[in-house]
Each structure stands twice: as C-alpha cells, then as structure tokens.
C-alpha cells in the first residue's frame, strides 16, 4: 500500500499511536495499583486488594464494546440507493446476528450465525 505522506510523518503517527494506547492501558495498571496500595494500608478492610464494584461492572461492557467497534464498520456501508443499502448481505447477516445475540446472549452462537448467514446470503444474492 503507497500513501502520499512523507515515511517520517507515518513512522510518527505509528510512535504516538503506540504510545497513546500504552499510556491508556498503563493508567488502569497505575489506578489499580494505587487502589490496592491505598487499601494495603488500610489493612484489614474487607475491600482489600479487590476492583471496586463500579469499575468492575463497568468493565463487564468491555469485551462486548470493543467487538461491536470492529465489527460495525464492516457491517454498515452504504450504497447509493436505499435499496441497494437495505438488500446488502453484510447489513442483512449483521442483522441476523443482532437478533441471535439478543435472543442468547451467547457470543459464540452470534458469531456462527452471523457467519453462515453471511455466506448463505452471498452464496443466494
């Protein structure tokens, strides 16, 4: 793949990209050392050394969040007509899976339906 951008100016977006998401995965390690630290020394509480519950309901959307943000650009394009939008397989199977995970709630069920979905509406339209 060529790009009109000078090697220099993407070898910098490539080294502030790396160090941004170090700094963003290195300040929950920092949070929660800091948490388990402040709770060290209040010794004998019954919350030491545990994620807080907030955090950690928060943390449940996670893995969820992030597969939706991969998946999502790849499920929704839009065509030049609506029609053309509305009878796309990738929109079509996305919408199959949606239906599946909130039926089961089970990742690896959404993932296989979605998947044969997909190729079932390639293998018909």
């Known amino acids: 793949m060529t790009t009109s951008y ?5 070898w910098a977006v490539v080294l502030a990209i790396g160090v941004l998401t170090f700094a963003i995965r290195f300040s929950f390690i920092a949070l929660f050392g800091g948490l388990e630290r402040r ?3 209040a010794e004998g509480s019954a919350s030491a050394g545990t994620v807080p ?5 928060a ?3 996670v893995p969820p ?5 991969l998946v999502f650009p790849a499920v929704v394009t839009i065509e030049p007509t609506v029609v053309g939008t509305l009878t796309n397989e990738r929109l079509l199977a996305g919408a199959v899976a949606a239906v599946v995970a909130w039926r ?3 990742v690896l069920a959404t993932i296989g339906v979605g998947m044969g979905a997909l190729w079932a509406l390639q293998f018909l339209l």
């Open 59 to 61: 943390l449940r959307y």
């Open 53 to 57: 519950p907030r955090i950690s309901a």
């Open 6 to 10: 000078p090697a220099t100016t993407v």
């Open 104 to 106: 089961t709630e089970s």
């Open 39 to 41: 709770s060290g020394e």
């Open 65 to 69: 969040a992030v597969l939706a943000a």
